[in-house]
């Protein structure tokens, strides 16, 4: 199990729900022990300026937009830290990749890779502090570049999704103990199927073979990714009935940021 740095999956957590969530900032269950009365002078905290708020509140807020092209290319976005998820379509021969840049120039992490083209949806800004500023697009072909909230992400509402790719899925209704999830793919390449709580994530599937794969599907899970260039099919059974395939996510049901 890889647990996520406990800001992200808080800030992931608020952008999903729109609730509140006290600050982790002790192990989890655990509460922070009462400190000693001080005795030294009271300190004076300053108040942050009105441009420093509004630049936090930016940052905080998925990046949205949409980005055609072809060949190489750097896409200024708006400042975030905040997860989001990112769709790319490429056609064309050759390697095509997608990497975030942060503020100083520096490439962060691969969001989309592929030979001879590539479709697929995955999340970006886990655990990164930095604002994600720009994305560094390689490639030999044409492409097309959606930046999205993780709001939007494809739902699984049924017992069965299948795909084929990357994607990202959220689950209605979240796992609520007793459930199981398999795993099915073909195909050569390595797959890798993963789970998210509010408190961690969760390895449900990470093989290379063609194969099946049945994991505990952790209490609390209300987002699944999928990585990996074959086709796949998810599972969930347990004690609950689920009751409808897969679809897009009424807007209705969007929570706003």
Sequence with gaps: MRVLPVAATVGLVLSLAGCSTIPLSFPYGVRAPTPPPSTAPPSVTPTPTETETETET????????????????????????????????????????????????????FLAEGENGYRGTRMYNLGDEEPVAALRV????????????????????????????????????????????????????????????????????NEVDPGEVEEELPDGTFLVTVEGDVPWKLRRS????????????????????
């Excluded at 030999?140 to 795909?163: D, F, H, N």
């Excluded at 609950?240 to 996510?249: K, L, N, S, V, Y």
Aim: hydrophobic share 35%.
């Design 138 to 205: 390689t490639a030999r072909g044409s492409w097309k570049i959606t930046l999205k909230s993780v709001q939007e992400a494809r739902v699984w509402s049924g017992p069965t999704v299948r795909g084929f790719g990357d994607d990202v899925l959220y689950l209605e209704p979240e796992a609520e103990g007793g459930e199981t999830i398999t795993s099915a793919f073909t195909g050569d390449e390595h797959f890798a199927v993963e789970g998210y709580t509010e408190e961690d994530s969760s390895l449900l599937a």
């Design 58 to 109: 930016e940052t905080s807020r998925a990046a949205v937009g949409h980005y055609r092209g072809s060949g190489d290319r750097l896409i200024p976005i708006k400042p975030t830290t905040a997860a989001g998820l990112i769709t790319v379509v490429a056609r064309g021969r050759g390697s095509f990749m997608v990497q975030s840049v942060d503020a100083s120039g520096d490439d962060v992490e």
């Design 238 to 257: 347990g004690p609950h009935r689920i009751q409808r395939a897969t679809g897009p996510r009424p807007r209705e049901d969007l929570v706003p940021l």
